[in-house]
């Protein structure tokens, strides 16, 4: 069974530094896609970013572009999202999302395995 396990968030100053980590078990990692959505109080779950399987392609939201990076470890089934520059707009749940294919896509409904979520709050 798929399970997906994000760790890292927490409580940042504007300005400041988080990395998310999702550990993804129980299937073929190292194929398939990645993805990282948020999803404010009150508004739908966004897009912030996308990997492909072998990690050489990666797609932005342009709200976080040039300040967040993804990444990914497939020996150790992780990916990682590092986020610099925060701002208090970037509050929200953050969501670790995986795909059964390797074709990167940028919309929620595109993947197939979700994670609990990890809160990111920033404080201005």
């Known amino acids: 069974q798929v399970q997906l396990v994000e760790s890292g968030g927490g409580l940042v100053q504007a300005g400041g530094s988080l990395r998310l980590s999702c550990a993804d078990s129980?299937?073929?990692?190292?194929?398939?896609?990645m993805g990282w959505f948020r999803q404010a109080p009150g508004k739908e779950r966004e897009f912030v970013s996308t990997?492909?399987?072998?990690?050489?392609?990666?797609y932005y939201a342009d709200s976080v572009k040039g300040r967040f990076t993804i990444s990914r470890d497939n020996a150790k089934n992780t990916v990682y999202l590092q986020m610099n520059s925060l701002k208090p707009e970037d509050t929200a749940i953050y969501y670790c999302?995986?795909?059964?294919?390797?074709?990167?896509?940028?919309?929620?409904?595109?993947?197939?395995?979700w994670g609990q979520g990890t809160q990111v709050t920033v404080s201005s």
């Open positions: 999302a995986a795909k059964n294919t390797h074709t990167i896509v940028v919309v929620a409904s595109g993947y197939d395995y």
């Open positions: 129980g299937r073929t990692f190292s194929s398939n896609a």
């Open positions: 990997i492909s399987w072998s990690g050489r392609t990666t």
